[in-house]
Structures are given as structure tokens and as C-alpha cells.
């Protein structure tokens, strides 16, 4: 069973920064694209950022330049380093990772809650 678990999500004040990591369970199969979506009260669940085995990255225009992603292949891990942060960024974090089985399968972490307020 592979697990994907997300951490170091809070408050902080707008204008702060937070780093949330995203580690995956090792598994036989190979890890393809790692993903931070976000998801607020009353809104679709958006993509944030994405970054390939390679380190080719993707951002939403509402967070490029503010939010960086990253991976460490070595620990099955993502992170995204946020900066800037303002209210709207307030929503659950959740990270997408994408493991090739012979197909992508795609799996989902549970959540971690970014609040931006002062």
C-alpha cells in the first residue's frame, strides 16, 4: 500500500513563509511527477506546482516567483517552500505523486491546512 503524507502546514501571518513536505512509502514501482494542489472552502481543487523526475517544474500563475517546489529522489520526498504568502493562498495543500506500475497510478496525501492571517 503506498502512502503519501504531507506536514508543515499552519498559521502564519501574510507576507510569511512556510515549507511543506510531501514524503511517499517506498514501493517497487518508480516515482514519475510529484504535485502540490491546493484546495479552498467552496473552490475546485487547483494544481500549485509540479516538478518531473528531471526537475522540470510547473507553476499556477498565482503562485509563480512566491513558491518554489522540489523533490529529493532519494527520500520519495517533494517539498514547496512558500513565500510571500498572502490570505488567498489559505487552503488545504495536498501532494499528488505519480507512480509508474506499467500505467500511472496516481495517489493523493490527506492534507495539510496553510491558514494565511494576521
Known amino acids: 500500500q503506498v502512502q503519501v503524507t504531507e506536514s508543515g502546514g499552519g498559521l502564519v501571518q501574510p507576507g510569511g513563509s512556510l515549507r511543506l513536505s510531501c514524503v511517499t512509502s517506498?514501493?517497487?514501482?518508480?516515482?514519475?511527477?510529484m504535485a502540490w494542489y491546493r484546495q479552498a472552502p467552496g473552490k475546485e481543487r487547483e494544481m500549485v506546482a509540479s516538478?518531473?523526475?528531471?526537475?522540470?517544474?510547473d507553476y499556477a500563475d498565482s503562485v509563480r516567483g512566491r513558491f518554489t517546489i522540489s523533490r529529493d529522489n532519494a527520500k520519495n520526498a517533494a517539498y514547496l517552500q512558500m513565500n510571500s504568502l498572502k490570505p488567498e493562498d489559505s487552503a488545504i495543500y495536498y501532494c499528488?505523486?505519480?507512480?509508474?506500475?506499467?500505467?500511472?497510478?496516481?495517489?493523493w496525501g490527506q492534507g495539510t491546512q496553510v491558514t494565511i492571517s494576521s
Open positions: 516538478i518531473t523526475t528531471t526537475g522540470s517544474t
Open positions: 499528488n505523486v505519480g507512480l509508474w506500475w506499467g500505467r500511472l497510478v496516481e495517489y
Open positions: 517506498r514501493s517497487k514501482a518508480v516515482i514519475n511527477t
